[in-house]
Structure formats: structure tokens, C-alpha cells
């Protein structure tokens, strides 16, 4: 599979490795919508989940791509997987799976893509409907950043939330 | 200073004659804390928001400053319909991740197959009997719940808890299954085969349940995969796609069981599915209680203590034990730097573990991979233009669990 990326899409694949029978291939932001119609073609047509990893201070060719946008790929019919990663830099946005253009757009895209923009604040870019999924429109932050406090930070995450009833909250105004 | 009456005509002026109504967070029919923000013309669903995130807990920001080990017990409130899978689906990452599968002792392989099987068919009699009761079928919601009950019981006599389980642990199970446990097991099997008789007996040629159920949620095997869909739903609509038959694990190529299939994909079909596979999970239950009996007493966890604890006798009695206690306590496991993706089959379909290791105590990063959401990403599609009732129906099938949904 990584030999016939390389032949078609010469420099589309700029690392790749394998741990535990886990095949994971690392893909150009710019690269990536031609890897998945590649992949599509040749049976990988599951997109079984998306998510990220945030390395905070990671500096890749001299720039600082903070994030991991990670996808799990499954092909039904010889039931292998693959990963493929695409790093990208804080405020980046990444071509989105689930743009009504795309000659195969993946329905479930949708949801798994506007779970990273919320936890991650990674925007992606064609996405019918980029909004938040599991925290409120004005939560302050992203969850799963590294540089999110455990706790929330304050009690009830509202510090600068333009929310109605935080400004009526004796705990949050002063 | 607006009127009702104003408020009334200007909401009507902007959405013609549509409707808004809240389903949820507290409906009866939504089980767990979901809204879907419906749109209606009449009776006739428009358009469907589902918005959820109510019980979102951050188990992922968790998992990042818990270490391997305490993370199992959030694990139990994932899908707490059946939470010993997903302790199952977790512990089979961490050990994925370790690269100590080939070392798990056999006894508890078989009995992690066991206690799983027995919490698919839990998990397949909630969501069955819940969908029915929502549909106005009361009595074999009864008659199911009598044996969910039998299996919880089992589950206390094993882990010592319900619902929250926290039965395995990396490297194999927390303790043995109890001497008692083995003749409840078999008054189960006895029993709940006729109470599955007697549910299709209720239900498949109920004319109203057919009413309420076929042709409701219909989708393409196309369409079912680029939603994502995995387990019972993937397969109703005609994808004999399972893990324990495709990527088999804990040796489930070792049993001998079938993979139902419907073809439509619709209310009706999911049902089928769910009713044969607690059949076939029987079936698993019995070779699995059979195969406990052939290999007998043994170990149930690896016999390596830089992985899992050292029994509690040897930790009191012996001075390397009590080293390795709190080594294992205090730094916790020695990981490899890597990364996996391990997928189990839950009730509900895949539910998957992403876990990136830096070496160090805790997780640099932990995912859950939640059967349920991508399936409840459809729903919208699938109510438009349908009856609200329909919509009820659809949501029951799905088998929502907002524990898993929202993590």
C-alpha cells in the first residue's frame, strides 16, 4: 500500500512506520485528499474514527506543527487497517472528509470532525457545519489541549464566556 | 413589552407552521441525558438536531493523568449497560500495546469470552426490551429484564459489583471466577433460551410490532458504511462485518458461532439481528463454561509483576513482592514509546482504544473510539419525513448510550 502512494503520489508520504502489526503513514496537509481517494480506491472505505494528539512544542522541518490529525482507516474486505497522520500547526485548518464535494464524501466525518474542532480547536476546512459537538458554543478553550488545566481552570469555565447567565454569576464576576 | 400572543405570531410568521419541540434531555424514550431538537410540520419530522455533550466528563483528558491501571474503572461508564466489555476492550489494548497477548493465561482469555457474552445478551435485553416498552410492548420488557437480572447477579458473584464492574486488569482478570458462579451460569443458559423463544413469540409476528418497526431507519450497505455504522446495525443492514470473526481475539476462533445478517437495515431487521445474537452469545457461553471445566484451576493473570500486581499473601510475606507492590503503585508499568489502535466487538458495535504511549506512567494520549456515535450521526437523515413516533422507534434501535456517546 505505502509503495503504490509513493509511485502515484511521489513525496505524499513523508514518514511511515509499523508498531505491533499497526501500520501508520504520515501525510502532507496538502497531499491528504489525493492519499484517501487513493486508499478509497483500493479498499479502504471505512473511516473508522478520527481524532488528534497535541504534542505541545513539537517543531517538525523547522516549523511548529503542534498537532496530530489521526485517522483509522479499515478495508472490509481484507479487514487490515491503517493510520494515517496528518500534522498541522495551531490554527491550520485541514481539508475536511465530510464536504458534500468530494466525490466520496464520509457522512461520518461530520461528527468525528466537529469532535476535534471542539476538543482541539483544529478547524477543518469544507465542513458543512463546524461547530462545536460535545461542549456548549461558549466554552472557553479546548479540552484536550495540553495546555487546558485538568480541573477546567475555573470552577465553572465561564471567566470569559459571553454566555447570558455567566454574567449574572456571583463566582465567576466579582 | 412582547405579549404571548406576539410572540406566538412573529415565531409563526418566521417558520411558517413548523413546530420546535425538545426531545430530551428528560424524555422518557431518550434513556440517559440526549436532546434532539425536532423540527415538525403536523406529525412529520422536518428536520432533527440531535445536540449532545450532557454527559460529557472528559474520560480522555482523565485517561491522560491516570495511569494504566486506574483507568479501568472509567472504562465501566462508557457503556454501563454492559461495562465488563468494555474493561475487556481496554485491558486488550494496554496488553496490545505491551505486546503481551501470547502471554495471557488461557483460563482468563475463556473467561473474559464468558463474562463478555454474557453482558452482550445484558446489553442486547435492554435494548430490545427498552425499544419495546417505548413502542407500547410492557410485557416482554418483563420477561427480558427477569434474566438481565440473573446475569447482574453473576456479575456480583464475579466482580463483587453490578454494574460497574472493573473486572480485568492488564495482564488478565482482577481474581477467579467464584465455585458458585458455575451453577447459576447453567440455570441461566436453561432459562433464557425460552424466554428469547417467548420474546419472538411476543413480538416477531406482532402485527403492530411490525407496524411500528419495518421500513423505519432502512439504509444501504453503502450508506451504513460511510456512516460508520459497526455491530448489530452495520450487520441488520446486510455487512456480515464482526470482529470476533474477522480479527479474532481472546480466541474466539476457537468457538463456534454464527454471525446473523438482516437485509434492510430497519427497525425491525436490528431487532432480528439483537434476538439471534443473544442466541448465538448462548451458544459461546456454553463452549466457554465447557472449556473452563477442561482446563480447570489456574492462573488468571500473567505471571510477570512488573506488569500486573503481585498476590496480596506474597506482598505481605515476601520482601521482592512488596518491592514490586510499589514499584508498580508508585511508577507504574514500564511502557514502550508507540502507539496502537485496538478494537473490540462490543454490544454496540467497535469500540476502539487509541492509546499513544511516551513511556511514561499515564497515557500521552487516550481514545475512546464510541460505537454508538457515529451511528447516532445518522439519525437526522434517517427521521426526516418520518412520524415522531418513528423517530422513537429509531433512537430505541439504535441503542443509544450516552455514557459512551458523550464519554
New interface residues.
Given amino acids: 500500500m505505502i509503495e503504490r502512494i509513493e509511485e502515484q503520489l511521489p513525496g505524499a508520504i513523508t514518514d511511515h512506520h509499523a508498531?505491533?502489526g499497526?501500520v501508520?503513514i504520515v501525510v502532507t496537509k496538502e497531499k491528504f485528499l489525493d492519499v484517501v481517494g487513493l486508499i478509497f480506491k483500493d479498499g479502504y472505505?471505512?473511516?473508522?474514527?478520527i481524532?488528534a494528539?497535541?504534542w505541545l512544542e513539537r517543531q517538525m522541518d523547522g516549523r511548529p506543527l503542534r498537532f496530530d490529525v489521526?485517522y483509522?482507516w479499515l478495508n472490509?474486505t481484507s479487514?487490515e487497517?491503517l493510520?494515517i497522520k496528518v500534522p498541522v500547526a495551531d490554527g491550520e485548518t485541514v481539508p475536511s472528509l465530510a464536504n458534500p464535494d468530494l466525490p466520496?464524501?464520509?457522512?461520518?466525518a461530520?461528527?468525528?470532525e466537529r469532535?476535534v474542532f471542539d476538543?482541539f480547536g483544529i478547524p477543518f476546512e469544507g465542513h458543512p457545519n463546524m461547530v462545536r459537538?460535545?461542549?456548549?458554543q461558549d466554552f472557553p478553550g479546548h479540552?484536550?489541549r495540553k495546555d487546558?488545566p485538568?480541573d477546567g481552570g475555573d470552577p465553572f469555565c465561564m471567566a470569559d464566556s459571553t454566555a447570558p447567565y455567566a454574567q449574572h454569576n456571583p463566582t465567576t464576576n466579582p | 413589552m412582547a405579549t404571548m400572543e406576539s410572540i406566538a405570531l412573529s415565531t409563526q410568521q418566521v417558520d411558517g407552521d413548523k413546530m420546535i419541540v425538545n426531545m430530551g434531555p428528560t424524555h422518557p424514550s431518550t434513556h440517559g441525558t440526549l436532546r434532539i431538537v425536532l423540527e415538525l410540520q403536523g406529525e412529520f419530522v422536518t428536520r432533527a438536531t440531535p445536540e449532545?455533550?450532557y454527559l460529557?466528563r472528559?474520560v480522555?483528558?482523565?485517561g491522560e493523568?491516570l495511569s494504566y491501571h486506574q483507568f479501568v474503572t472509567l472504562t465501566d461508564r462508557l457503556n454501563y449497560c454492559s461495562s465488563i466489555m468494555n474493561n475487556v476492550g481496554y485491558s486488550h489494548a494496554v496488553e496490545?500495546?505491551l505486546?503481551i497477548e501470547a502471554a495471557i493465561p488461557e483460563r482468563a482469555k475463556v473467561i473474559r469470552v464468558l463474562v463478555s457474552e454474557l453482558a452482550r445478551i445484558a446489553d442486547h435485553i435492554v435494548c430490545v426490551g427498552i425499544n419495546a416498552v417505548d413502542l407500547g410492548a410492557f410485557t416482554a420488557f418483563l420477561y427480558l429484564f427477569r434474566q438481565r437480572e440473573t446475569v447482574y447477579d453473576l456479575f456480583e458473584m464475579a466482580a463483587g459489583q453490578r454494574l460497574h464492574t472493573s473486572f480485568t486488569r492488564v495482564g488478565g482478570l482482577f481474581r477467579d471466577l467464584p465455585d458458585d458462579f458455575f451453577p447459576l451460569a447453567e440455570r441461566f443458559l436453561e432459562e433464557c433460551l425460552p424466554v428469547i423463544d417467548e420474546l419472538e413469540g411476543l413480538l416477531t409476528r406482532n402485527p403492530i410490532w411490525h407496524d411500528r418497526t419495518k421500513g423505519i431507519g432502512a439504509l444501504s450497505p453503502e450508506?451504513a458504511?460511510?456512516?460508520?455504522y459497526t455491530g448489530p446495525c452495520l450487520r441488520a443492514c446486510g455487512?456480515p462485518?464482526d470482529l470476533r470473526k474477522?480479527?479474532p481475539y481472546l480466541g474466539y476462533d476457537q468457538y463456534d458461532f454464527d454471525i446473523p445478517v438482516g437485509t434492510t437495515g430497519d427497525v425491525f431487521d436490528r431487532y432480528l439481528v439483537r434476538v439471534e445474537e443473544m442466541r448465538q452469545s448462548l451458544r459461546i457461553v456454553r463452549q466457554a463454561l465447557d472449556k473452563l471445566r477442561e482446563i480447570g484451576p489456574g492462573p488468571i493473570i500473567v505471571d510477570d509483576y512488573k506488569v500486573a500486581l503481585p498476590p496480596k499473601e506474597k506482598v505481605y510475606t515476601r520482601m521482592e513482592s512488596l518491592i514490586h507492590h510499589f514499584k508498580l503503585i508508585m511508577h507504574g508499568m514500564e511502557m514502550p514509546v508507540?502507539?496502537?489502535?485496538s478494537?473490540t466487538e462490543a454490544a454496540n458495535g467497535?469500540l476502539?482504544f487509541?492509546i499513544?504511549s511516551d513511556g511514561g506512567k499515564s497515557p500521552?494520549?487516550i481514545?475512546v473510539?464510541p460505537p454508538c456515535?457515529?451511528i447516532?450521526?445518522?439519525f437526522d437523515?434517517k427521521v426526516r419525513g418520518r412520524l415522531i413516533a418513528d423517530a422513537v422507534s429509531e433512537l430505541g434501535a439504535m441503542n443509544i448510550i450516552a455514557g459512551e456517546l458523550?464519554?
Fill in positions: 508498531f505491533r499497526d501508520t472505505q471505512m473511516l473508522v474514527d481524532t494528539v497535541d489521526v483509522h472490509l479487514q487497517r493510520r466520496h464524501p464520509f457522512k461520518t461530520d461528527w468525528f469532535e476538543l459537538l460535545l461542549t456548549w479540552a484536550l487546558f485538568l | 449532545i455533550g460529557h472528559g480522555e483528558k482523565l493523568n496490545k500495546l505486546g450508506d458504511i460511510s456512516w460508520g455487512v462485518q474477522s480479527q508507540g502507539e496502537i489502535y478494537a467497535e476502539g487509541y499513544v500521552y494520549r481514545r473510539r456515535l457515529p447516532f450521526s445518522s437523515q458523550d464519554r
